[in-house]
């Protein structure tokens, strides 16, 4: 039987409240509007959450501007993630596509297996994804890594940087110096 690796409760539930941060607004009247099927459905703590309060993105000007939590999620997916799973989330030899295990997998599922790891094993290969629980480096921009790759799967952001994006909230920096100490 496989062991999961001790998980940091401190970061996985910092990553997962930054919802409750206090509200900011940082788009105004029209920041419930975006590009692509999902749209936001409140701003809170400087983030975009769906009706689910799952965290969401808002793309405009068609697919050229980002908030910032996609794009901090960009940088982040090509600092942690990029070497296995392949430029722009789309797969590799090495590991699967996360634009389309997004199609099938919600907020939760894509957490859980971040942080605890998975291993696929069948005849023809073995897949292990590590643990990342502990990474503060990931843990702490995992919101901001699904919002990125929720674009990219629902086809509002493209491959590549994307050119513009909002600027970084205030509740963002208060929660990135909090979680990374």
């Not at 401190?10 to 029209?30: E, K, Q, Y």
């Not at 409140?42 to 000007?61: A, I, Q, S, W």
Request: aromatic content about 8%; hydrophobic content about 35%.
């Amino acid at each position: 039987m496989r062991r999961l690796p001790k998980l940091n409760p401190v970061l996985i539930a910092s990553a997962l409240a930054l919802a409750a941060n206090a509200a900011a607004d940082p788009g105004g009247a029209d920041a419930l509007t975006s590009e692509g099927p999902v749209q936001p459905a409140k701003v809170e703590g400087g983030k975009y959450l769906d009706k689910d309060g799952n965290p969401t993105y808002r793309v405009t000007d068609g697919g050229r501007k980002v908030d910032w939590n996609t794009m901090s999620g960009y940088l982040r997916y090509n600092a942690n993630c990029i070497a296995c799973h392949g430029p722009d989330g789309a797969g590799s030899t090495y590991a699967p596509s996360l634009v389309e295990a997004l199609k099938r997998d919600d907020y939760p599922t894509f957490v859980g297996i971040v942080a605890g790891g998975k291993r696929d094993v069948n005849a023809a290969q073995e897949l292990v994804m590590p643990a990342f629980g502990e990474n503060k480096n990931v843990m702490c921009y995992i919101d901001d890594i699904y919002v990125y790759l929720r674009a990219r799967s629902d086809g509002v952001v493209g491959r590549g940087r994307p050119a513009e994006h909002e600027p970084r909230s205030e509740a963002f920096k208060a929660h990135e110096d909090a979680c990374m100490g």
